[in-house]
């Protein structure tokens, strides 16, 4: 996961050298050296329920990483599409797995930068970048 957050935010054209250094700082603050098995695209539309099982699909992003920036790409998922259900999920899966809130959160300003390089609308920049820009003040 870190090498794949790492050439993201490399190539993310929008931030410029100094901010691209602050996130990649953050990014090697935060790593914890962890090898958990991370989705990279979790939300409803990749769970089906066939009535016995849940199956989770779109295993494309897959990596192994810490679990706390999976969290926080999921939230952030959440956060611009179904917002109002974005710190329902936080709280939760927080609860579930013992962590802390802002210890998932700490990842926002360095997930939401790989979104530069791997989403094109213009609203979407404008949401990630203000993310970034709030979160790294």
Request: glycine share 6%; with cysteine.
């Amino acid at each position: 996961m870190k090498e794949q957050l790492v050439w993201y935010i490399k190539k993310a054209v929008l931030l410029d050298d100094g901010m691209k250094g602050r996130l990649l700082t953050r990014l090697h603050t935060l790593d914890r050296g962890c090898t958990a098995l991370c989705h990279g695209d979790f939300h409803p539309l990749n769970i089906i329920d066939d009535g016995n099982r849940l199956w989770i699909l779109d295993w494309v992003d897959a990596t192994a990483g810490d679990p706390l920036a999976d969290i926080c790409q999921t939230y952030l998922i959440f956060k611009r599409n179904i917002s109002r259900l974005a710190d329902v999920y936080l709280r939760s899966v927080c609860r579930a797995a013992k962590v802390r809130q802002e210890d998932a959160l700490a990842w926002l300003p360095v997930v939401a930068a790989t979104w530069l390089t791997r989403q094109s609308g213009e609203d979407e920049r404008a949401f990630v970048m203000g993310i970034i820009e709030s979160s790294m003040m």
